[in-house]
């Protein structure tokens, strides 16, 4: 079993940033296929960032592609996801999500075995 734990979020104005990380525990992290998603009220879960376990290839939804980051640290358990430039619509709870072989570079969320609680992203005018 995996253990995911988001932090990192917050109230922020336009044009701001923030760094999300999420701490995994209970499975050698460093094999896991981690990614992001984000998920605004009334509106399906949306991908925005994968990355693979070597940390070698990622792939970016085109919404946040140039403006978000993802990247890992096998060594600490932990992947983050570097916002630049947000904007009000990027207000959500955001997840991390960790999957097996079978979410390689996948952006369905059925494809990912474990959750985070999710953080929540607000983002001001």
């Known amino acids: 079993q995996v253990q995911l734990v988001e932090s990192g979020g917050g109230l922020v104005q336009t044009g701001g940033s923030l760094r999300l990380s999420c701490a995994a525990s209970g499975r050698t992290f460093s094999s896991l296929r981690m990614a992001w998603f ?3 009220p009334g509106k399906e879960r949306e991908f925005l960032a994968y990355i693979h376990p ?3 290839i990622t792939d970016y939804a085109d919404s ?3 403006r978000f980051t993802i990247s890992r ?4 358990n932990t992947v983050y996801l570097q916002m630049n430039s947000l904007k009000p619509e990027d ?4 997840y991390c999500a960790a999957g097996g072989a079978v979410a390689m570079l996948s952006r369905s969320p059925s494809r990912y ?3 985070g609680q999710g953080t929540q992203v ?3 005018l």
């Open 54 to 56: 070597s940390g070698g």
């Open 91 to 94: 207000t959500a709870v955001y």
């Open 73 to 76: 640290d096998n060594a600490k």
């Open 64 to 66: 946040v592609k140039g």
């Open 113 to 115: 075995d474990h959750w």
């Open 122 to 124: 607000s983002v001001s």
């Open 38 to 40: 984000r998920q605004a």
